[in-house]
């Protein structure tokens, strides 16, 4: 699976968009984009995927450049509740591989 | 709908003893993953599983660890002679089909004294 690369960590106001990027430069045609995210110590949560469209769901978008090489979700009114590590990673779709391999994702602070 | 269903949530061993922890996947679900979470790092895989058959286990260690996926009830994730080092979370999720979205349970701790 193509590898991720994802700032560290972040802050962002409450009730502000929060936008928070991931490249992944070397992503194949057959990879998919997931997110998701680790509140505190609870299991992760499943946010959205998407394959090359951008994509929105009740939680959040995603947007994916037409190189596929990199992504943003965006939480558009960011809550304390969504402080939180976020993963972006990126999955082959193919018997065998269909594992999820996390990193160490943005560590999410929503600022009061 | 229920979600993946994990227990125990908690679990203390002692060194030298055995840790079972159950994974009830969501209704529907054929497909079971098992990660492990040490203190303050990231989710490492362990193993993927179908109903009765084990499909990846690249991320098992090669000795006291086991898992299955029974055709009738939860998935297990067994560890021998628990360790110290073994003291982690662990998640597991479920997924209805071959590449669908896996969805995560709420984790079982164990801690070996």
């Known amino acids: 699976d193509a590898k991720t690369t994802q700032p560290t960590s972040m802050d962002c106001a409450e009730g502000r968009a929060a936008n928070l990027p991931c490249n992944h430069s070397?992503?194949?045609?057959?990879?998919?984009v997931y997110w998701y995210r680790q509140i505190h110590s609870q299991g992760p949560q499943y946010i959205i995927h998407?394959?090359?469209n951008n994509e929105t769901n009740e939680m959040a978008s995603l947007i994916i450049t037409e190189d596929r090489k990199s992504s943003t979700l965006i939480l558009p009114h960011a809550t304390l509740r969504d402080t939180a590590v976020y993963y972006c990673i990126v999955r082959v779709e193919a018997f065998g591989n269909e594992k999820l391999t996390f990193g160490t994702g943005t560590r999410l602070t929503i600022i009061p | 709908n229920a979600g993946v269903m994990q227990n125990p949530r908690h679990l203390v061993r002692r060194r030298g003893q055995e840790a079972r922890l159950r994974c009830s996947p969501m209704k529907g679900h054929s497909h079971v993953y098992w990660y492990r979470q040490l203190p303050e790092e990231g989710l490492k895989f362990m193993v993927y599983?179908?109903?009765?058959?084990?499909?990846?286990e690249s991320g098992m260690p090669k000795e006291r660890f086991s898992a299955e996926f029974p055709k009738e009830g939860p998935s297990i994730l067994r560890i021998q002679q628990v360790v110290r080092g073994d003291s982690a979370a662990y998640f597991c999720?479920?997924?209805?089909?071959?590449?669908?979205?896996?969805?995560f349970g709420p984790g079982t701790r164990l801690t070996v004294l």
């Open positions: 999720a479920s997924s209805p089909l071959m590449n669908g979205v896996p969805f």
């Open positions: 998407g394959l090359k």
């Open positions: 599983l179908q109903k009765e058959n084990i499909i990846d």
């Open positions: 070397t992503i194949s045609g057959n990879e998919y």
